[in-house]
């Protein structure tokens, strides 16, 4: 997949839009898939790219998130946490898929499906970058960040 424009696709947003790949292009994006709406990891990510997202806008990138929440979840997390970018609800876990970002995992000591916290960076025309799989919440963003400012 590195170096592959990804395919289009589309998912409802926050704000009561829907977000297109394809109308992302010209920017470089950075999509952040993260496991559940207020948890501890997810939280704290999410607000570690909401600190960081005025770096971002500058480097000309644009971030959203993505999980299977409904949009009523993501709408209730983006205002509780000021977040500035869009959650983009992936419900069918079509664009998880298409990612490869859905996992078995061990949850208190369950065998559990579940997203794996991944971030996958792309270039202005689309192309996939970079990808973090497997990510550690804390300290991530701005690893992020640093790739994007080089590119």
């Known amino acids: 997949m ?21 109308a992302a292009r010209g ?6 898939f993260y496991p559940k709406d207020n948890t501890p ?13 005025p770096d971002f806008q500058k480097a000309g990138c644009e971030v959203a998130g993505i999980s299977r929440d409904s949009i009523r979840s993501h709408e209730n997390f983006k205002a509780r ?7 983009l609800a992936d419900e069918d876990e079509t664009v998880c898929t298409q990612f490869g970002v859905i996992k078995q995992k061990t949850l208190y000591g369950k065998q559990v499906r579940g997203i794996e916290r991944s971030t996958f960076v792309l270039d202005r025309n689309g ?4 990808e973090w799989r497997g990510v550690k919440a804390d300290g991530h963003a701005r690893e992020v960040l640093q790739f994007v400012q080089t590119l």
Do not use: H, M, N, W
């Not at 990891?41 to 997202?53: I, V």
């Not at 946490?81 to 959650?87: D, N």
């Open 2 to 22: 590195l170096g592959q424009v990804i395919a289009d696709f589309e998912l409802p947003a926050t704000g009561g839009t829907t977000f297109k790949l394809s």
């Open 27 to 32: 920017k470089t994006l950075v999509i952040y």
């Open 41 to 53: 990891g997810c939280t704290a990510e999410s607000q570690q790219f909401r600190d960081l997202y």
């Open 81 to 87: 946490f000021t977040l500035p970018f869009a959650l």
């Open 127 to 130: 192309a996939l970058r970079r």
